[in-house]
């Protein structure tokens, strides 16, 4: 079972599409090929994370060899979503000061600070 995290800007489907791509490649690849025992399962959107979607899959595969498997997809997912510029989310924080009952937010005031050093 493997869990991936996406960013919520991401195209669902897109990104589906990538890791069944990636899991294609390595059912081919002749040193996997031997430890995967059924394709890819893609059970979608396992959750709404504070910073990302994550994405739970599975591979069915000889017994022990699920560990190199997970390590090679993620390590191949990876380099796919690098070259597809698919953000892998790190985590933030988005700060909301909330509403009025007429609707209006008030605004952030910031200040800034001079002659500020770190000693």
């Given at each position: 079972?493997?869990?991936?995290?996406?960013?919520?800007?991401?195209?669902?489907?897109?990104?589906?599409?990538?890791?069944?791509?990636?899991?294609?490649e390595l059912l081919a690849d002749k040193v996997f090929?031997?430890?995967?025992?059924?394709?890819?399962?893609?059970?979608?959107?396992?959750?709404?994370?504070?910073?990302?979607?994550?994405?739970?899959?599975?591979?069915?595969?000889?017994?022990?060899?699920?560990?190199?498997?997970?390590?090679?997809?993620?390590?191949?997912?990876?380099?796919?979503?690098?070259?597809?510029?698919?953000?892998?989310?790190?985590?933030?924080?988005?700060?909301?000061?909330?509403?009025?009952?007429?609707?209006?937010?008030?605004?952030?005031?910031?200040?800034?600070?001079?002659?500020?050093?770190?000693?």
């Amino acid at each position: 079972m493997i869990d991936v995290s996406i960013a919520y800007r991401e195209n669902i489907d897109d990104v589906c599409n990538v890791m069944r791509e990636v899991a294609e490649e390595l059912l081919a690849d002749k040193v996997f090929s031997t430890r995967i025992l059924e394709n890819i399962d893609i059970a979608g959107i396992q959750e709404w994370a504070d910073s990302a979607i994550i994405l739970r899959c599975r591979f069915k595969t000889v017994a022990l060899e699920q560990w190199s498997v997970r390590r090679e997809f993620l390590r191949r997912l990876k380099q796919a979503f690098d070259a597809r510029g698919i953000e892998i989310p790190l985590p933030h924080l988005t700060l909301y000061a909330g509403q009025d009952k007429h609707g209006h937010a008030p605004p952030f005031h910031i200040a800034e600070r001079k002659n500020f050093s770190i000693q």
